[in-house]
Every structure is written in C-alpha cells, then in structure tokens.
C-alpha cells in the first residue's frame, strides 16, 4: 500500500498570500496524484487530477505539479473561501484509494 | 446533472448492523466504479470499499469481512451493509464515483455512530 505524507499538517497565512502544500509518497505513483479540497459540514471536492489538471470550474488560482513521489499544490493568492482542509489521494496502484493525512489551510 | 444521495446512517451499538445506501441520479451505477469512503470525526479520508462496473468488490483490510458492497441496478442504487460494527467505525461515509482513477463526484455524506 502506498503512503502518502502531507506537509505541513497546518498552514496559517493571510488572504492574497500565497500557499505550497507538499505531498510525498512512499514509493512512485508517477503522475497519477489528486488534490482534493474539504470544507466544514461538506464532502471533499476535486480539485487536481493527474498531479497538474485542473478539475472542471476549478479557479486557475490552483496549480499542482511534480511526479514520481514528491508533489505540491499552490494557490498563488488565497481567496477567503480557499480556507478549508486539502488532501492528495494516488490512483497508481489502487485499490486500495489512499489519500494523505491533509493539510489545513487557515486564516492567520 | 449528477448527483448521489446518502441515507441510512444512525446510532447502533457495538456489534450491531446498519445498511447504507447511496441513490444515484444524473448516471449510472452498474456503468462506472462506486466507492465509499468514510471520516472519522475530526480526522482524514479513509477509502472504504470499490465496486467495479464488471461487479468485482474490493475493500479496506478494516473492514473486510464485516462490510459488503453491492447495487441495485433497478433502483440505481448502491449499499453498504455494515456487520459486527465497532466504535472505530463511527464516521460520516461518503458514497462517491470513481472517474479515470479519481473520485470526482461525492454524496452529502450519512453519519454512522457506533457507541452503547
């Protein structure tokens, strides 16, 4: 089973500021890593697919990149509706699904 | 439009039994692979268990044994029956579609809380 690490496990900036999230996995899953956003009361939505696609509406704001186990999420300016809980999930060698830790990103 | 409808959830004790469903309207459920994925309280994602279109089942080492997933074609309908319950399977679940490897459509979610 594959492990995937997020870092940090919280993130406090300021609205406008730009957030890095980073996500490692115990061994290669090449580009097949999701960024999924949580917020409270809600059920995760996707925002990244294939480590740098970005899912349909989803704002050009996010970006991911890298590949084969080291992986990061940016928001180039935080809006206040970008405050929420984020996760990375692989599909390179499923099932099982797994899915990081999560990093929370709040308000400073 | 897609969308996936949760209900079942509730309080049981510990060894007790709950089925879930998950009502899918916008697609089709015996077409495409069907998840469910759970939360703890105030903790991450768990994947749960995956029903391939073809009907193959797959699950969580957590569970295996205890849950069963299955479908209702007529209904399009998806279940979780949930046996011998514990206090660590106390979350929200969340049925969920698989799409080219990623879960892109999700339900509202159905708490189930094990405790006596």
């Known amino acids: 089973e594959i492990v995937l690490t997020q870092s940090p496990a919280t993130l406090s900036l300021s609205p406008g500021e730009r957030a890095t999230l980073s996500c490692r996995a115990s061994?290669?899953?090449?580009?097949?890593l999701a960024w999924y956003q949580q917020k409270p009361g809600q059920a995760p939505r996707l925002l990244i697919y294939?480590?740098?696609d970005r899912a349909t509406g989803i704002p050009a704001r996010f970006s991911g990149s890298g590949s084969g186990t080291d992986f990061t999420l940016t928001i180039s300016s935080l809006e206040p509706e970008d405050f929420a809980v984020y996760y990375c999930?692989?599909?390179?060698?499923?099932?099982?699904?797994?899915f990081g830790g999560g990093t929370k990103v709040e308000i400073k | 439009e897609v969308q996936l409808v949760e209900s079942g959830g509730g309080l049981v004790q510990p060894g007790g039994s709950l089925r879930l469903s998950c009502a899918a309207s916008?697609?089709?459920?015996?077409?495409?692979?069907m998840n469910w994925v759970r939360q703890a309280p105030g903790k991450g994602l768990e994947w749960v268990s995956l029903?391939?279109?073809?009907?193959?089942?797959y699950y969580a080492d957590s569970v295996k044994g205890r849950f069963t997933i299955s479908r209702d074609n007529s209904k399009n309908t998806l279940y979780l029956q949930m046996n011998s319950l514990r206090a660590e399977d106390t979350a929200v679940y969340y049925c969920?579609?698989?799409?080219?490897?990623?879960?892109?459509?999700w339900g509202q979610g159905t708490l189930v809380t094990v405790s006596s």
């Open positions: 969920a579609r698989l799409t080219s490897g990623y879960l892109r459509d």
């Open positions: 916008g697609f089709t459920v015996s077409s495409n692979y």
């Open positions: 029903l391939y279109a073809g009907g193959s089942t």
């Open positions: 061994q290669t899953v090449s580009n097949y």
């Open positions: 294939d480590a740098s």
């Open positions: 999930q692989q599909r390179s060698n499923w099932p099982p699904l797994t």
